[in-house]
């Protein structure tokens, strides 16, 4: 197989994509990807039926790995897999995107110019980069003194990260499944000394979710000050966003106790209005409930229950969708 090294990088650079029941828009997304990186490593988590045309046109492309989970494991262990391949095969550094990740041209040398930056200032000791806006999220904390920006809350899709920090801090969480899967190897890598730093200006271009209007009644009125779109996850995500939330919490909390109490609050908030907005909402409160028994102590992780998804595929929003386009 041809193997290229993007002219934009000094370092290899490789990409790895996770994917779960990808349609054609995949192929799009990974020229812009390729384009950028040395290789592709593309990992299908478990999907159940694949569209057989989809995947015909990975296994004909001599710039992408496809590697097929046997089971739907969850996106800790798909990236897992996917990123040891990487370095396996001889990257430096991997950037990690999903499926429906569109990066720009100048994406991967943005993140790879920063973390060079970074490294040679010496002040700060970069665990990894992420774009400064994802969707319309900015992942900024702070500013360091010498001008580095320090990154919070960062979500894997467009993350850069160096093989020095896998090999000090380790894989990301597979129990995990899903959800807070990025913020535990963030919540590690600073435990560990290192910082996850954001690239000044890089956007990543992502759908953040369904979106629903807010209605007229729950302040979705000129001058409200709650936002006037409301984004929420498939219904059982709310299972690992409790399970998982109470896990990172037992684990660094007291090392990060001011920052997990303000994003818990922020989770409770959102999951009311979840409650509120879910017909039915008893499947949703049984998963919420379930999480919180299960991340009492860590022990049930992995999959949500099987016996919770039959009722939490039926569920819906009493909210007016949103195009977002």
């Known amino acids: 197989m041809t193997r290229r090294r993007s002219p934009m990088t000094s370092e290899a650079t490789w990409s790895v994509v996770s994917v779960f029941g990808p349609d054609r828009s995949l192929l799009t997304h990974l020229d812009a990807i390729a384009a950028q990186t040395v290789r592709v490593v593309v990992v299908d988590d478990g999907t159940p039926a694949p569209d057989a045309e989809v995947f015909a046109a990975l296994e004909e492309r001599d710039d992408v790995d496809l590697l097929r989970q046997p089971r739907n494991a969850g996106i800790a262990a798909a990236l897992n897999r996917g990123i040891q391949a990487a ?59 010498d001008g580095t920006l320090i990154a919070i809350r960062t979500i894997q ?76 996850s498939t219904p059982f995500r709310y299972y690992y966003r409790v399970r998982n939330r109470r896990v990172v919490n037992r684990m660094y909390g007291r090392r990060f106790p001011a920052r997990l109490a303000a994003e818990t609050f922020m989770e409770i908030l959102h999951l009311v209005e979840v409650l509120r ?19 009492r102590k860590g022990s049930a992780m992995g999959r949500v229950p099987a016996e919770l998804e039959p009722g939490l595929r039926d569920v819906r929003w009493a909210l007016e969708p949103v195009d977002r386009g």
């Open 87 to 145: 370095f396996d095969g001889g990257a430096d550094r991997v950037v990690t995107f999903d499926q429906d990740s569109l990066p720009s041209a100048d994406f991967v040398s943005g993140l790879s110019d920063e973390f060079d930056r970074a490294t040679a200032r010496g002040v700060i000791d970069p665990a990894f980069v992420v774009p400064e806006f994802w969707a319309t999220i900015r992942q900024v904390s702070r500013t360091a003194e």
């Open 157 to 232: 899709s467009g993350m850069l990260l160096p093989r020095s920090t896998w090999e000090r801090i380790g894989a990301m969480r597979e129990e995990f499944f899903i959800d807070l899967v990025d913020e535990e190897l963030e919540l590690r890598a600073l435990s560990a000394g290192l910082a996850p730093i954001a690239a000044p200006g890089v956007a990543l271009h992502h759908h953040l979710g369904a979106a629903y209007r807010r209605p007229l009644l729950s302040g979705g009125f000129r001058g409200s000050p709650l936002p006037p779109i409301i984004t929420l």
């Open 277 to 295: 907005y879910a017909r039915p909402r008893g499947p949703v409160w049984a998963a919420a409930r379930r999480g919180w028994r299960d991340g």
